[in-house]
Nanobody, 126 residues
Framework: QVQLVESGGGLVQAGGSLRLSCVAS????????MGWFRQAPGKEREFVAT????????YYADSVKGRFTISRDDAQNTVYLQMNSLKPEDTAVYYC???????????????????WGQGTQVTVSS
């Protein structure tokens, strides 16, 4: 079992930045593919970004490409999502997730992931 706890969400003005963190416990997150999804009110959960087990491959949704950066520190069992140039449409609950398919560089579907965190709220004001 892998437990995931997100933090770092909050309220920020458009154009600002936030860094989300996701700490894994129970089993080490090394070897797992890690990802971030988000869900806005009234909308379906959508893929944001993923990073493979080695950290050498990342993949982003078109809507965040060039603004968000996913990274991992396996020594700290932590995955990060650096979010820059935030827009009001980025407002959502952000979820961290872990997949045993660690070598796959494009884990962009919910069913790819076995473990999910509780989420952290990000609100971007205009």
């Amino acid at each position: 079992q892998v437990q995931l706890v997100e933090s770092g969400g909050g309220l920020v003005q458009a154009g600002g930045s936030l860094r989300l963190s996701c700490v894994a416990s129970g089993r080490t997150s090394s070897g797992y593919g890690m990802g971030w999804f988000r869900q806005a009110p009234g909308k379906e959960r959508e893929f944001v970004a993923t990073i493979n087990w080695s950290g050498r491959s990342t993949y982003y949704a078109d809507s965040v490409k060039g603004r968000f950066t996913i990274s991992r520190d396996d020594a700290q069992n932590t995955v990060y999502l650096q979010m820059n140039s935030l827009k009001p449409e980025d407002t959502a609950v952000y979820y961290c997730n872990a997949s045993p398919l660690g070598s796959d560089p494009e884990l962009r579907y919910s069913y790819d992931y076995d473990y999910w965190g509780q989420g952290t709220q990000v609100t971007v004001s205009s």
